[in-house]
C-alpha cells in the first residue's frame, strides 16, 4: 500500500502538463527573478517531482526561455487585436494604449519576465524580448504608414515612440500611481499620443 504522505501526481495530457509547469515557473520567475528561482520551487509549486518537470524542461533556462517566448506573444497579439478592432484612428490608439495596460495588469506580472529581467544581456533572451517589441512596433507602423502616407522609416520612429510610451507609462502606473484608475491612465495617454499622431492628414484610399 502506497504511504499516504506520497506525492499524488494527478495524469494530465503532456499539453495541459506543460501549461501547469509554466504557470508555476511564471509565480517563482517573476516573485524570484530567474538566479534566485529554483527547479525544486518550482516542482513543488507545481505539485510534481522534479524528474516530471525535467521531462518537459531540460533546464531552469529552457523553462524561462518558453514562458517569455509565450509571455512576449501574448503581448504583441494583444496589440495586434487592439489595432485590428476598429478603423477609426482614435480608438487604434485608445485600444493600443489599453492593451499595454492590461499586458501589465492582467498577466501574473509577466511582463517582468520582458522588462525586468535579471537575466537581461543572455542572448537568447534579448533575441525575444527585441523580436516581441520590434513586432509592436511593426504592427503600429503598418497602420501608420496605411492611413497617413508617412514613409516607413518616420512612421517607424513614431510607432517606437507610442510603444515606449505605453510601455513605460503602464509599468509606473502599476508600480507608482495608485490612485489613478486604470481608465484615467489609459484616457491620459491616449489623449497625449492622439494630439500628437492626430496631427498626421488621414491619407484616403485610392
Known amino acids: 500500500m502506497a504511504d499516504a504522505t ?4 494527478p495524469r494530465l495530457s503532456r499539453s495541459a502538463r506543460r501549461i501547469q509547469l509554466m504557470s508555476a515557473a511564471k509565480a517563482a520567475f517573476v516573485t524570484q527573478g530567474y538566479h534566485a528561482a529554483a527547479m525544486d520551487d518550482i516542482a513543488d509549486r507545481a505539485g510534481v517531482s522534479k524528474p516530471v518537470l525535467y ?8 523553462l524561462y526561455l518558453a514562458l517569455l517566448n ?4 501574448e503581448m504583441v497579439r ?8 476598429t478603423t477609426d484612428n482614435h480608438e487604434r490608439v485608445d485600444n493600443a494604449v489599453a492593451a499595454y495596460f492590461s499586458f501589465v495588469a492582467d498577466n501574473g506580472q509577466a511582463y517582468r519576465l520582458i522588462f525586468e529581467s535579471d ?5 537568447d533572451v534579448e533575441r525575444i524580448v527585441e523580436r516581441s ?6 504592427a503600429i507602423t503598418d497602420t501608420i504608414t496605411t492611413d497617413t502616407g508617412v514613409d516607413v522609416e518616420q512612421a517607424r520612429l513614431l510607432a517606437s515612440g507610442m510603444v515606449g510610451l505605453s510601455q513605460v507609462s503602464a509599468r509606473y502606473w502599476l508600480q ?16 497625449l499620443m492622439w494630439r500628437g499622431i492626430s496631427w498626421f492628414p488621414r491619407q484616403e484610399p485610392v
Open 55 to 62: 521531462q518537459h524542461f531540460p533546464s531552469k533556462l529552457e
Open 119 to 123: 537575466l537581461r544581456g543572455q542572448l
Open 78 to 85: 494583444l496589440v495586434r487585436a487592439a489595432l485590428a478592432a
Open 6 to 9: 506520497t506525492r499524488a501526481t
Open 176 to 191: 507608482q500611481s495608485p490612485h489613478v484608475s486604470r481608465a484615467e491612465a489609459i484616457e491620459l495617454l491616449s489623449t
Open 70 to 73: 509565450e509571455s512576449a506573444d
Open 133 to 138: 517589441t520590434d513586432d509592436c512596433i511593426s
